[in-house]
């Protein structure tokens, strides 16, 4: 993990979910855009993670996102990768290629300027089991590196959010 970009709240939410995905004997994916891959180091970062962690696959070229997790390109033409949809079809896209019971996903703008018509810290996560995927789209404060660790935390809180409600 690059120092400074995660930290220890990143941490131990990723502890938190190896922990109860082993249990669960459930796997997690990860689709990142503007993470970067951050997301799959916080988790891997977990000793044990291998019982759950299955991959990542960072699309961050537009034309990756439906090469690599089936976004729809139409989708894509018509909103950009900065869409709440995309996020979803990420970790659905994830969840699926990768042979996961859990996808997860990352797309936004990390900065430091605007980019696609929407300004820095325009951010949109994604958590999908089957049948279920839920998005949640912020505003993220901060420089560049900020707005890559807040992502990764709220990605994982919104996944470690499900899980309790799953097995609480």
């Known amino acids: 993990m690059a120092e ?5 709240a990143a941490r131990e939410l990723a502890a938190e979910i190896i922990a109860r995905l082993t249990e669960a004997g459930d796997t997690v994916a990860t689709a990142e855009s503007l993470t970067g891959g951050l997301v799959a180091a916080a988790l891997t ?11 990542g696959v960072i699309a961050y ?8 997790l089936g976004v729809d390109v139409d989708m894509l033409k018509r909103h950009g990768p900065v869409y709440a949809p995309v996020a979803a079809a990420m970790a659905e896209g994830v969840r699926s290629r990768l042979g996961a019971t859990i996808g997860i996903s ?3 703008v990390a900065g430091p300027g605007p980019a696609d018509g929407h300004p820095a810290g325009t951010v949109h996560v ?4 089957v049948g279920d995927t839920v998005v949640r ?3 993220l404060p901060g420089n560049r590196d900020e707005v890559r660790r807040l992502a990764v ?3 994982l809180g919104l996944l470690l959010g499900r899980l309790r409600e799953e097995c609480p």
Request: net charge negative.
């Open 153 to 155: 935390e709220r990605v």
């Open 45 to 55: 970062d977990v000793p044990g993670s291998s019982n759950a962690f299955r991959g």
């Open 61 to 68: 070229a537009t034309e990756l996102k439906a090469q690599a």
């Open 4 to 8: 400074g970009v995660a930290g220890d």
């Open 137 to 139: 789209t912020m505003a």
């Open 126 to 129: 994604a958590v999908s089991l």
């Open 106 to 108: 990352t797309t936004g």
